[in-house]
């Protein structure tokens, strides 16, 4: 059984930071890819920033040069870092985890985090 749960969240004013952190518990997070998402009401949920089982990052448009995702495969943890932060950034964020193994693609989520940012 693989369990995801994100921290971190909260609110902040405009040009702050806020570090997520999201704690897997379970196999094969060194076999898996990384993404953050988010999503605010009335949209669609997005992906702010995904990072590859080799370490490869890349990013939304909209938080390039701001955000910044990690992992430790010693803690079974990603994170994403936030700063320069907007209103727009405003929404929930999840974890999700993409497990690659035995040619097949397994995704899992955890339940999400949210960030409020104040102008």
């Known amino acids: 059984q693989v369990q995801l749960v994100e921290s971190g969240g909260g609110l902040v004013q405009a040009g702050g930071s806020l570090r997520l952190s999201c704690v897997v518990a379970?196999?094969?997070?060194?076999?898996?890819?990384m993404i953050w998402h988010r999503q605010s009401p009335g949209r669609p949920r997005e992906v702010v920033a995904m990072?590859?089982?080799?370490?490869?990052?890349s990013y939304a448009d909209s938080v390039k040069d701001r955000f910044a995702i990690a992992r430790d495969d010693a803690k079974n943890t990603a994170y994403l870092q936030m700063n320069s932060l907007k209103p727009e950034d405003t929404a929930k964020y999840y974890c999700n985890q993409i497990v690659h193994w035995g040619g097949t693609q397994t995704p899992y989520w955890g339940p999400g985090t949210q960030v409020t940012v104040s102008s």
């Open positions: 990072m590859t089982t080799g370490g490869s990052a």
């Open positions: 379970g196999k094969f997070f060194k076999e898996s890819e």
